[in-house]
C-alpha cells in the first residue's frame, strides 16, 4: 500500500514526457526561418531584374520618360510627357541624379527625339544611364513584394504570405516590367498598397485610411489609368469604418483580454494589442495529454473571472464566433447579471442619482447615422489626402507650377471636357487627360492570334492575360477568388482583393490601344496575394492535401520562369508553346519593345564577315550605336535584298506587302531574344 501510494504521488508530480511533436526543430527557428524565405525570394526577384536591367537596350518608352526625369533635375519645369503625371519620373530621376548626364535643355523636337539625343547624342553612356535609372524602380518593385506577403500574411497565414511572395517574385511579367524605367510597376504597387492599408483601416481608421489615401494619391499621380480605382478604394474605405465600428462595439469596454472580430475570422488580443500566441496555444493545449497541458487548461477555466478563465473563454467564443463570443466575453456583475458592455463606455451622471446613456445605441437611426457620417468623413479624408500627393508630386518638379509644353496640346470638348475642367487637380494633370483622350481617339492596330486588326478589341487584355501569366498563377488565383467568395470567414477580404483589380481591368479593356499586359499588370499583383487564399479557405480534412496542390503549383511557376530567363518580356506560358511562340499570338511590348538591340549587335559580330545586313527595327534605340551596319530592304528592289535578313518580331506581326513578300521568300536561320527573327536570302 506505501508503494503503490508513493507510486501515485510520483506519477502525479512528475508526468510522463509528452511524445516529441513534429517539426519542432523547424517551429523553434521560425523566427529567423521566415525572414529568411522573404530575403531569398526578394534576392532572386532583384537578381533576375538586375541582370535583366543590363543586358537590355532601352524599349521604346524608356528614352521618353528618362528625358523627362532629366529635364525635371535641371530645368525644374513640367515640358515632356504631359500625358503621364510626374511622381513615377521623379522616381526615375533619383537614379538620373546618380548617373549625372549631360543635358542640353534647347534641343528643340518632340519627347522622343530629346531622348535619343539624351542617350546617343550627348556623350553619355546609354546602358550606365539606363541602368541608373531602371534601379529605382527595381527597388519600389522588391518593396511591393513586402507588401503583397504582408497583404497575405494578415489575410491567411505566414505560410500564405510566403505563397504570394513567390508567386509574385517569380512572375515573368512582374520581373520585366520592373526592371525597366516605366510606370505600370509603380502604378500597380501602389494600387495594392492602397487596397491593403483600406483593408487595415478595419481595425485603426483613423491611422490607416490617410496612409491609404496617400498611396492612392502616388497611383495617380504616376498613371492616370488608375483613375478608376478612386472611387473603388474609397467606397471600401467606407466599409472598413463601418467594420471597425462593429469590432469596437463588440469589444468589452474595461479592455480585458478578449478576441475581437477583423473580418477573416476570430483575432485575439491581450491588453489592446493583437496575440496569435494564444489562438495557436489553446486548441492545442485543451487536446494535450491529461497529465500537462489539460490540467493547466482546466485550471483556467475554474479560475476567478477576471485573468485566466476570462482569456480563455473569450478564446473558446472567438473560435464559436457570433454571439456566442458575445455572451461568453461579457463581464459578470456582482449579481450574477451580465452588464452591456457599450454601458460603461457612454454613462454620465443624472438628476435622479442614475448613470444613463449619453450616446445612441447602435441600433437607432441616430447611431446608425452617426456611423455612416463617420464613414464618409473618413473615406473624405482619404481622397483629400490622395489629391493633396497629385498637387505635392507637381509642385516638387515646379513650384510655381509653369506648364509650357513642348507639343501642342489638343482640345478637348463636349462632356468629357466638362468632366476634365471640375477635377480639383493641377492645370498641367487635366492637360495631360486631354492628350489621353486624343489618344484615345486614334486608329491604332492589334495583333491577337495571328490576326492584324485596326481598332481594339474588349477581349484583348484578359486573352493576353492567359497567354502571358504562369498557368500555376492562374490556376492558384481563380481558386482563390473562389475560396474568398465561397468560404465565410474569407468573404470580408473579397472586394478588396477582387474590385480593384476588376474595375482597373473593366476600364482598361475600353481602351483603344492593344499593345501589351502592361495596362493590366495589378492583375498578376492582386492575383498572388489572392492565390494564398486557396491554402486558407480549404476545409480542414482536406487541408494538408491542398497544402501540397498550392507547394506544387507554386514550384511549377517558379520552374516556368527560371526557364524563360533572362527573356521575362516574350514570355508566354507552356500551353502556348513558351517564349518562343509569344510573336505568333500577341505583338508590341508583348514580345517585341526594342529590348534586345545589343543583343543583336553581339550575335551579328558572329556572322560571317562580309555578309550584307537588312535590318527592319522598331525601337527607339539607334543600330549604329551598337555597331550594327545595315540597311531598310524596304527602300531597295527585292531582288537587290541579298544577305542576313533581320526584322523585329513586331513588325513581322504587322508586315504587308513588299516586307511580307522579303519574309515569305527568305528562310528563317533563328532569332535573338525571342523578339527579332533572323533569315536569309
Known sequence: MMARAQHLVLSRTA???????????????????VPLLVAMLLAQMAAAMVTTAVRQTPTIDEPVYVATATDYLHEHRIRYNPEHPPLGKLLIEAGVAVAGPHYDPSYPGTQGDVGRHLLYESGNDPWRLMLWARLPVIALTLLCGLVAFAFARELTSTAGGL????????????IAHGSLATLDMPAAGFVLTSAWLVWRARRRPALYLPLAGAALGAAVATKMSTLPAVPVLMGLAVVSVLAAGR???????DGTDSGTGTGTG???TRGGREDDTLRRTVPSTLAGPAGGRRRRALSALVGPVGGRRRTVLSLLAGMAGGRRYEALSTPVGPAGSRRRTDESAHVGPARDGRRRD?????????????????????????????????WVSYLAVDPRLRFSPAEPVPPLHGLRGRLVALLPLPPAYRAGMRVQFAFEDQPW??????????????????????????????ALGAAGAVALVAVRRLRPAAPYLLLPPGVLLAAAMTGARDFGTRYALFVPVFLAVTAACVPAGAPWPSRRRTAAVTAALVLWTAVSSLRTFPYYL????????GPAQTHRLLHDSNVDWGQDLGRLADRLRREPPGERVWLVYKGSGVPSYYGIRAADPRDVPADRVHGLLVVSDSAVAKARGKLAELIASSHPVGDVG???SLYRR
Open 445 to 474: 492596330q492589334g495583333y491577337l492570334f495571328g490576326h492584324l486588326y485596326t481598332g481594339s478589341r474588349w477581349y484583348y487584355l484578359p486573352a493576353a492575360l492567359v497567354v502571358k501569366t504562369p498557368l500555376g498563377l492562374l
Open 358 to 390: 449619453l450616446a445612441p445605441r447602435a441600433g437607432t437611426a441616430g447611431g446608425r447615422w452617426r456611423r455612416v457620417s463617420g464613414a464618409a468623413g473618413g473615406a473624405g479624408v482619404m481622397g483629400l489626402v490622395a489629391v493633396g500627393v497629385v
Open 570 to 577: 516574350p514570355y508566354a506560358n507552356e500551353a502556348f508553346g
Open 15 to 33: 508526468p510522463a514526457r509528452a511524445p516529441a511533436r513534429p517539426y519542432a526543430r523547424v517551429r523553434r527557428h521560425r523566427r529567423w526561418l
Open 247 to 253: 469590432d469596437r462595439a463588440a469589444t468589452p469596454a
Open 266 to 268: 476570430r483575432r485575439f
Open 163 to 174: 505563397v504570394a511572395l513567390a508567386l509574385y517574385a517569380f512572375s515573368p511579367d512582374l
Open 674 to 676: 525571342h523578339s527579332i
